[in-house]
């Protein structure tokens, strides 16, 4: 099995109320109970075509979702699923481009809502700020969601505004990519965000770096009961591989 190492000082804070949530393997996150009952909302930054998690969260919870994703949309799914007919050599590609469709058509309606817009600086109508996400796309009676995002390359610009957020928030999900390039920046974002992180899970579709560490990690934030006392386990026994056909890596904390 192999290793993958993080610094000590983002060691995850001791959580004992973390469940699996969304779908499995790569659909799914730990994440704190509490974090899930707490919130009148879901915000998903990146949805792709995996909406599993957004589905558990409205099924159990009945909250208003929105998710932004200007690379995605029911028409784009379409146009994918008839130019598939052009490859009957790969007839997947038709058949998985329809079940988004369909699945998205379906699922995005009424209170889960679609932004077809990119997170970033405020630039409309391509482009949408968080802080203009929050004080004009939020349902009025949404105050406290939970959010959850993909972070790469030029993204990593909006951490700042996360941080103006936090105290709205009741969990954080992210999965942050290329954090070998950008390590000093998620060491600096964790120490200063209103919430802890009570735990991280290596992707393993992803290499490790020669300096053993992992490129794409998930990382679940919350309120830890007690600030002083670290988790230990990496792989948690409710993880699961993103990629079923590979073991997770072993985590340790012990970089400078």
């Known amino acids: 099995m192999p290793t993958a190492r993080l610094p000590a000082a983002i060691q995850p804070k001791f959580c004992d109320d973390l469940i699996r949530f969304g779908g499995n393997n790569d659909g799914g996150y730990l994440v704190q109970e509490k974090s899930i ?69 379906r699922f995005f309606k009424g209170n889960r809502v679609h932004l077809k817009k990119m997170i970033g600086y405020n630039d409309p109508p391509k482009y949408l700020s968080l802080a203009n996400l929050f004080d004009h796309e939020m349902p009025a009676r949404m105050s406290s969601p939970l959010l959850k995002i993909d972070i790469e390359g030029w993204e990593y610009r909006i951490l700042e505004d996360i941080l103006t957020t936090d105290k709205k928030l009741t969990g954080l999900l992210v999965e942050f990519h290329d954090v070998d390039l950008h390590i000093d920046k998620i060491v600096n974002f964790i120490g200063s965000f209103n919430l802890d992180l009570l735990h991280v899970h290596v992707n393993n579709n992803a290499p490790i770096s020669p300096l053993g560490i992992p490129m794409v990690v998930e990382m679940t934030f919350g309120k830890a009961a007690d600030g002083d006392v670290l988790a230990h386990q990496f792989p948690h026994a409710l993880d699961q591989s993103c990629n079923a056909k590979k073991p997770d890596p072993v985590l340790v904390f012990d970089l400078a």
């Open 37 to 105: 009952s707490g919130a009148d909302g879901l915000i998903t930054l990146g949805v792709s075509d995996d909406w599993r998690f957004e589905e558990a969260f409205s099924a159990l919870r009945q909250q208003p979702v929105i998710a932004v994703d200007g690379t995605v949309s029911a028409q784009i799914f379409w146009d994918n699923f008839i130019r598939g007919f052009g490859r009957p050599d790969k007839p997947k590609i038709a058949k998985n481009n329809f079940k988004a469709w369909l699945g998205f058509k």
